[in-house]
């Protein structure tokens, strides 16, 4: 198994920033996707960004922005770690929900790679 940790959330005024980190843990694994999503109250969860490396990638990382923030948010990852970091800029009320972190990770010896989700972690953005 793989475990997932988050952590950076907090309260911030609008136009703030936070960075997020996300952690991946465990034995014999290589990361494929990490990324983080978001869910508000009675909402579902939606992508935030991504960072793909696989095949389809040639093992080069490859970013993927929701549209609503472009420009604003940051995603990075520290592979030798299995980290993830998301710095999100210029932050707006409508970003207010729990970020979630989300792991594609291929446990070495099995078939198919698994998705491995944090606990999350509360980011409430005030006007």
């Known amino acids: 198994q793989v475990h997932v940790v988050e952590s950076g959330g907090g309260l911030v005024q609008a136009g703030g920033s936070l960075r997020l980190s996300c952690a991946a843990s465990?034995?014999?694994?290589?990361?494929?996707?990490m990324g983080w999503y978001r869910q508000a109250p009675g909402k579902p969860r939606e992508l935030v960004a991504t960072i793909t490396r696989d095949a389809s990638t040639n093992y080069a990382d490859s970013v993927n922005y929701a549209d609503s923030v472009k420009g604003r948010f940051t995603i990075s990852r520290d592979n030798a770690k299995n980290t993830v970091l998301l710095q999100m800029n210029g932050l707006k009320p409508e970003g207010t929900a729990v970020y979630y972190c989300r792991t594609q990770a291929l446990i070495w010896g099995d078939a198919r790679p698994g998705d491995y989700w944090g606990q999350g972690t509360q980011v409430t953005v005030s006007s």
């Open positions: 465990g034995n014999s694994f290589s990361t494929l996707l």
